[in-house]
Antibody, heavy 117, light 108 residues
Framework: EVQMLESGGGLAQPGGSLRLSCAVS????????MSWVRQAPGKGLEWVSD????????YYADSVKGRFTISRDNSKNTLYLQMNSLTVEDTAVYYC??????????WGQGTLVTVSS | SYVLTQSPSVSVAPGQTARISCGGD??????VHWFQQEPGQAPVLVVY???DRPSGIPERFSGSNSGNTATLTISRVEAGDDADYYC???????????FGGGTKLTVL
């Protein structure tokens, strides 16, 4: 069974930074595009960022563009999200999700990011 | 930007059919995906590309897409179907993924 495990969440101050990781096992990692999706407490799903299997193409939601950077290390089967200039509005559970063709076919269990002073 | 509109809530008795709609401008020209999310859990893909089901998803879950509305239909609803449901599309113009606001399905 495919495993996707996020880590790196926690408490950050406004203006601070965090780096999330998503370790993926038991699949051919480069065959999958990967995304980050977040969910603020009591709210719906919000797509954050997407990266192609090679890492050559990246996409960002307007709400995070210029502050967040998505990347991947295919040698380590790991996806990253560098989050800078955090605001309280970034408080959410962050999920990584994999996509082979058109749909997010698998999700991690999520990691909670709390931005508060 | 492209907007997907879902009704906040739908209620249905066990054994009946639930229909959850997702509205968007000419949504029929896009591939729509549907996710189920139970409280405290990660989302699960239940329908992709308008009508296809991933392996392991019961045949009770089906999808359609026409005009400005996509629909997730759950037949013979069970208590375990009580969850939030989200639709999603790719906005190719802006190169963004877009989620609907979600629909809370309550099984009475």
């Amino acid at each position: 069974e495919v495993q996707m495990l996020e880590s790196g969440g926690g408490l950050a101050q406004p203006g601070g930074s965090l780096r999330l990781s998503c370790a993926v096992s038991r699949l051919t990692f480069t065959s999958y595009a990967m995304s980050w999706v977040r969910q603020a407490p009591g709210k719906g799903l919000e797509w954050v960022s997407d990266i192609s299997g090679s890492g050559g193409a990246t996409y960002y939601a307007d709400s995070v563009k210029g502050r967040f950077t998505i990347s991947r290390d295919n040698s380590k089967n790991t996806l990253y999200l560098q989050m800078n200039s955090l605001t309280v509005e970034d408080t959410a559970v962050y999920y990584c999700a994999r996509r082979k063709r058109t749909a997010f076919e698998g999700w991690g269990q999520g990691t909670l990011v709390t931005v508060s002073s | 930007s492209y907007v997907l509109t879902q009704s906040p809530s739908v209620s249905v008795a066990p054994g009946q059919t639930a229909r959850i709609s997702c509205g968007g401008d000419s949504i029929e020209s896009k591939s729509v995906h549907w996710f189920q999310q139970e409280p405290g859990q990660a989302p699960v893909l239940v329908v992709y590309d308008d009508t296809d089901r991933p392996s392991g998803i019961p045949e009770r879950f089906s999808g359609s897409n026409s005009g400005n509305t996509a629909t997730l239909t759950i037949s013979r609803v069970e208590a375990g179907d009580d969850a939030d449901y989200y639709c999603q599309v790719w906005d190719s113009r802006r190169e963004h993924w877009v989620f609907g606001g979600g629909t809370k399905l309550t099984v009475l």
